[in-house]
DNA sequence: CACCAGGCCGTGC
DNA sequence: GCACGGCATGGT
C-alpha cells in the first residue's frame, strides 16, 4: 500500500486552488497563502485541520474500501491515500460550475483569472478568489472575454443566488441536491461535487464521463449504493484510477 | 480537419 | 419521463 498522497488530494479535481511549486504546493484561502510539503505542516494550523479533515480516519476508509472488491482494490492501492476537501461552500460552486465539459487545466486557468481580476492580491503574485460580493461586479461580456465561454451567465446566477449556500447546510442529501440545481450551470453533477468537497457529505457519488466508464464497464447494473456508505471516497479513488491507465 | 474535457440547458416527443 | 443537439475554449 503506497501511504498519503498529497498531490493526488490537492491536484486531482476536488480543488483548482492550489499551486504546484515544485518545492511545496500553495494555495490562496482564508485571505492568506498557504504552503504546504506534507500533510502534516496541516495538522497544527486550526483552518487547515478543518480543510484537509484531519478528524476523519481516513486510513480506516482506504482499507475497508479496498476490502469491497477487486477492482476498488487496485484503484485504491495504485493511487494512494487521498482525502476529501472541505473547502468553502461559495469557491465551491464556482469551481464546479467552471469544471462543467471542461479539463482539470483549463478550469485551473480559469480559476486564477478569476482571481486576478476580481479578487485581491494578499501577497506578491497571490490573488484570493472573488467573494460573491467582488464577482457582483462581473458582466457576462467581461467573463466571456476571460473565457469562461458558456459558462458565463451561470456565474451571473450564481452570484444572484449564493444565499442557497447557506440554506444547503441544514438540508437532508436529496433536498441538498435540489436547491444546488436551481442555480443555473449546476445539475447532478456539479451539485454533488459541491456537496462533497466543501458540507462533507460523503453519499455523494459524481457521474462524470470517467465514472460512466468505470460503471458500465466494471460495475454494470450496479449504482452509487453499492459503495455504501463510502460513495464519495470510492468515487474519487475509481476516478483517479481510470484517469491514470489513460 | 476531427474529437474530447470532472455537463447542463432547451426543445421535442 | 428520456433522447438529443448545442455550447466556448484550448488541447491533441
Request: glycine share 8%; charged share 25%; aromatic share 14%.
Amino acid at each position: 500500500m503506497r501511504g498519503e498522497n498529497l498531490r493526488e488530494t490537492l491536484m486531482g479535481g476536488q480543488s483548482f486552488s492550489w499551486r504546484d511549486e515544485g518545492d511545496c504546493f500553495s494555495a490562496v484561502l482564508n485571505g492568506k497563502v498557504y504552503r504546504i510539503r506534507d500533510i502534516e505542516d496541516a495538522r497544527h494550523d486550526p483552518f487547515l485541520y478543518g480543510y484537509f479533515d484531519l478528524g476523519y480516519d481516513y486510513e480506516l476508509a482506504r482499507q475497508e474500501i479496498a476490502a469491497r472488491d477487486g477492482i476498488l482494490r487496485r484503484a485504491v492501492e495504485s493511487t494512494g491515500m487521498i482525502r476529501l476537501l472541505k473547502q468553502d461552500h461559495w469557491i465551491a460552486l464556482i469551481s464546479f460550475i467552471l469544471s462543467q465539459n471542461n479539463n482539470i487545466k483549463r478550469i485551473t486557468g480559469l480559476y486564477s483569472r478569476l482571481s486576478e481580476r476580481y479578487g485581491h492580491e494578499v501577497e506578491e503574485g497571490y490573488w484570493s478568489f472573488p467573494t460573491a460580493e467582488e464577482l457582483s461586479s462581473a458582466t457576462e461580456e467581461e467573463l466571456r472575454s476571460l473565457g469562461v465561454g458558456f459558462r458565463a451567465p451561470f456565474i451571473i446566477d450564481a452570484v444572484a443566488k449564493k444565499d442557497i449556500l447557506g440554506e444547503v447546510e441544514g438540508l437532508p442529501f436529496d433536498e441538498a441536491m435540489e436547491a444546488l440545481q436551481s442555480i443555473k450551470g449546476v445539475g447532478p453533477k456539479v451539485a454533488s461535487c459541491i456537496l462533497i468537497f466543501s458540507y462533507q457529505r460523503r453519499e455523494g457519488f459524481p457521474m462524470d464521463v470517467w465514472m460512466k466508464k468505470v460503471m458500465a464497464e466494471y460495475y454494470p447494473g450496479k449504482d452509487a449504493s453499492y459503495f455504501h456508505p463510502y460513495e464519495a471516497l470510492s468515487q474519487q479513488y475509481l476516478f483517479s484510477w481510470i484517469r491514470s491507465l489513460t
